[in-house]
């Protein structure tokens, strides 16, 4: 039985019976090396492109439409279009918010003015400028509109009717005191009256 086990293909020298799968080092040093060399090169064409100059913030020359869609039923399906879903539609980042809260957030946002190609950077206005601005709005201004004399005028106006007010408030303070006197006064019998001589005051006229 003992010469039979040891006959054994298993149990043959030279043989490997261990069963683990053996790996190349060599082999799979060479390809980690390859792939770090690919990365470094990665980087570094990353690295040589020239920065992306954004423009400056500035102000929308449209209006935001918050209110168009208020009180209004809309039927919504899965395969509807993004812009036809329930909520606000960004047509620059193609994304859907549902209110307007979120909505003011992500276009007044970094990612949103970024794909508008401005950075989150304002720039410095100079006293040139400013001037121009000035007078670009008075030009604009349209005749009869609001101007000084009329802040002096609604001032006046202002005043007047206070003034108003507080004559009224001492005129119904002074009622009050002479109804307060007339309710406070006691009142006589006619003939105790006549007795003590006050019946001579009463007017005699009818």
């Known amino acids: 039985m003992a010469q039979s086990s040891n006959n054994h293909p298993c149990f ?10 053996k790996f190349d080092k ?20 990353k690295s040589k492109g020239p920065p992306v100059q954004r423009k ?6 449209y209006e935001v ?9 809309q039927v919504v399906t899965p395969i509807a279009p993004l812009s ?8 620059v980042c193609e ?8 909505y003011l957030d992500h276009i007044n946002g970094k990612k949103h003015q970024r794909a508008l190609g401005m ?16 007078e670009v709005l008075k030009k604009r201004r349209t005749p009869g509109s609001f101007t000084e004399q009329d802040l002096d005028d609604r001032i006046l106006k202002q005043q007047q009717e206070e003034e108003e007010r507080k004559r009224q408030r ?13 309710e406070e006064e006691p009142e006589l019998d006619p003939d105790v009256a006549a007795m003590m001589g006050f019946g001579g005051f009463r007017s005699s006229k009818k």
């Open 170 to 182: 001492r005129e119904r303070k002074k009622e009050k005191k002479k109804e307060k006197a007339v």
């Open 56 to 61: 400056p913030l500035k102000h929308r020359d």
């Open 84 to 91: 036809q879903q329930a909520g606000y539609y960004c047509s």
């Open 26 to 45: 060599e082999e799979y040093l060479e390809r980690a090396r390859k792939r770090e060399e690919e990365e470094d090169e990665r980087h570094k064409s």
């Open 12 to 21: 043959a020298v030279g043989v490997d019976n261990t069963f683990r799968r």
């Open 95 to 102: 994304c859907v918010v549902k209110d307007s809260a979120n």
């Open 119 to 134: 950075s989150m950077r304002v720039e410095r206005a100079s006293l040139q400028q400013v001037q121009e601005r000035f």
């Open 65 to 73: 439409d918050l209110e168009s869609r208020l009180g209004k039923t």
